[in-house]
């Protein structure tokens, strides 16, 4: 079986500044490793995944994560955020079967 | 592509009473997921269909939640009877054959239970 953390349940960040949304997984078994952002009212949208290949993952809006398997790590990160980046972050692993196993989710408010 | 539809948008409705949740897949998608997200519990999976059959389905919280998907193109999540903690978001989604897929969801329910 597999499992997510995300220390951290909100992150505020001013506009323009860096930002890194943190998560660590446990598995017995090599994983499947992806971010979903959540906007308000809307279901969730696949930012990136990793699969397997070089450990930097580049997604949309500009985020990018790396996956870091000694430290059983995926962070989140992009260097600049706008305002409508504010929204909820989940990240979620599969060892292969059919089941993804989500995080408790990150809230990121953007701030001017 | 539509994407998944789910309907109704938002539901209201009283104890007791039966409440029908509809999901469209993707066209073509195999895997079919129920999801309910609370403020206290998070992103829990209900049950999940491949090729219209259920096959797990551990995350139905009790006998009072029942799902089906009589064909490719349509799903139901079905409470009866409803109960205030019940109420949650109740997502839908779907993804093509693959364990490293992406899940593609619907825009959800929000189901209150008054």
């Known amino acids: 079986a597999q499992s997510v953390t995300q220390l951290d349940s909100q992150v505020p960040v001013f506009e323009e500044a860096p930002v890194e949304l943190r998560c660590n997984y446990s598995?017995?078994?090599?994983?499947?490793l992806f971010w979903y952002v959540q906007y308000p009212n809307q279901g969730l949208q696949l930012l990136l995944k990793?699969?397997?290949?070089?450990?930097l993952v580049k997604g949309i809006n500009g985020f990018e994560a790396e996956f870091n398997k000694s430290q059983t790590s995926f962070h989140l990160r992009k260097p600049s955020v706008h305002i409508s980046d504010t929204a909820e972050y989940f990240c979620a692993v599969t060892g292969g079967g059919n089941k993804l196993t989500f995080g408790t989710g990150t809230q990121l408010k953007v701030e001017l | 592509d539509a994407g998944v539809i789910q309907s109704p948008r938002h539901e209201v409705t009283e104890m007791g009473q039966e409440v029908t949740l509809r999901c469209k897949p993707i066209s073509g998608h195999d895997y079919l997921f129920w999801y309910r997200q609370t403020m206290m519990r998070g992103l829990e999976l209900l049950i999940y269909f491949n090729n219209n059959v259920p096959i797990d389905d551990s995350g139905m919280p009790e006998d009072r939640f029942s799902a089906k998907m009589p064909n490719a193109s349509f799903s139901t999540l079905k409470i009866q009877p409803s109960e205030p903690r019940d109420s949650a978001v109740y997502f839908c989604?779907?993804?093509?054959?693959?364990?490293?897929?992406?899940?593609?969801f619907g825009p959800g329910t929000r189901l209150t239970v008054l």
């Open positions: 990793y699969l397997s290949g070089s450990t």
């Open positions: 989604a779907s993804r093509g054959p693959g364990g490293h897929n992406e899940q593609f």
């Open positions: 598995s017995s078994v090599s994983v499947y």
